[in-house]
């Protein structure tokens, strides 16, 4: 079920698989800037891992983390963190433009790294990321939260692999956000949390490569805007792209900062795919005055009409994987390349964008 009370942040939880034994796979919290901290924590926990340090300068944010998850240690520095030989993993969600150097220094204590998205903001980071990904075999995983800890996707995901709807031809989605209450100054900030296009929208992309198969695509055009927060002349509220896969496959995707107070949950998430033999849509978060539990999914292929209302019902196999991945050295979640090239392609959406206000 989701967890809704501060309004900004949601943190799914689901039922406790563990995919390891106790105390096999401590891993610590680092950085508390997003609230997407706490799903990460939470599919962690869940699939059998151990949250042992929390470390944060903000004093504030611990409290808060601490009440959530009253078994934590409160690290004295990240540096005790990083040294605790025992740590197999760093979940982060850092501000986004500081997600790459946190990552840097994780990894250079030989842990794996776990962002949350978007994992950094520019193609110099990524290619710093992707150097040390390869230089030291540790993962810098990503927390695409909008498939990753959402039932419906996952629903999707073994239908379009199954078949059901022959082969993918297009996605479509829509990620609107509400900005709810007081931010921090840093969300105001291009710089600091990237853009629309890359914070957001990276979720679309990751998305779209991975129901249409893609291994890459090419951005055919990008827009952005700010057209009622001229307070925070240096924001977007707007955005949308258009990518071709390099499979012939075509993804259009909008997100935007404008979910009305009247709305039950923070964002009407919404998601198509369009195939040869039938299409699927996902109403994630909810299904409008239908549903307020969301995790509805529809279905039309030849053989008829489908709805399939799937919470608690399907899972998060993907923390459990990531687990796995970490302590067998494979790589069955997602690969390193996907989770690279997805925010890649949500850098370029980015640069390319052009003003539309």
């Known amino acids: ?32 800037d997003h609230g997407h901290i706490y799903g990460m924590c939470n599919g962690l926990i869940e699939a059998g891992g151990e949250l042992k340090w929390v470390w944060d300068p903000d004093p504030e944010k611990v409290r808060d983390f601490t009440k959530r998850y009253p078994g934590v240690k409160v690290a004295r520095s990240e540096a005790e ?13 850092a501000v986004p433009a500081d997600r790459c150097e946190l ?36 993962k810098y995983a ?51 949390f990237g853009g629309i296009l890359c914070d957001i929208g990276s979720h679309q992309i990751e998305q779209f490569l991975f129901y249409s198969g893609a291994k890459d695509a090419r951005v055919v055009h990008s827009q952005v805007a700010n057209y009622n927060h001229k307070e925070h002349p240096d924001f977007q509220d707007f955005g949308d792209a258009v990518l071709v896969g390099d499979n012939g496959t075509s993804n259009y995707f909008r997100v935007d900062w404008f979910t009305p107070d009247g709305l039950s949950t923070w964002g009407d998430g919404r998601l198509t795919i369009l195939g040869t033999d039938g299409y699927i849509e996902l109403r994630k978060y909810l299904d409008v005055c ?53 925010v890649e392609l949500a850098i370029l959406a980015q640069e390319k964008a052009a003003s539309i206000e």
């Open 290 to 342: 239908r549903d307020d539990e969301g995790d509805q999914v529809y279905m039309v292929n030849h053989e008829g009409m489908q709805h399939f209302s799937v919470r608690g019902q399907v899972g998060y196999p993907f923390f459990g994987q990531l687990i796995r991945d970490c302590l067998d050295r494979t790589e069955t979640a997602m690969t390193q390349e996907h989770a690279f090239k997805a």
């Open 142 to 192: 990503v927390y695409y939260s909008e498939r990753l800890h959402v039932e419906s996707a996952v629903f999707a995901g073994k239908l379009v692999k199954q078949g059901a709807i022959g082969r993918v031809l297009q996605v479509l989605g829509t990620g609107p956000h509400r900005i709810g209450g007081v931010r921090p100054d840093w969300f105001w900030e291009n710089e600091r």
């Open 1 to 32: 079920m989701f967890q809704k009370a501060d309004g900004a942040n949601y943190a799914p939880k689901g039922k406790p698989t563990p995919v390891c034994g106790k105390g096999e796979f401590p891993f610590a919290a680092v950085g508390l």
């Open 103 to 138: 990552g840097m220094r994780v990894m250079d204590h030989g842990k794996d790294y776990f962002t949350d998205k978007t994992p950094l903001t520019t193609l110099e980071q990524l290619e710093q990321a992707r150097k040390k990904a390869s230089e030291t075999g540790l």
């Open 81 to 93: 963190v990083l040294e605790d030989s025992d740590i197999r993993l760093v979940a982060g969600a």
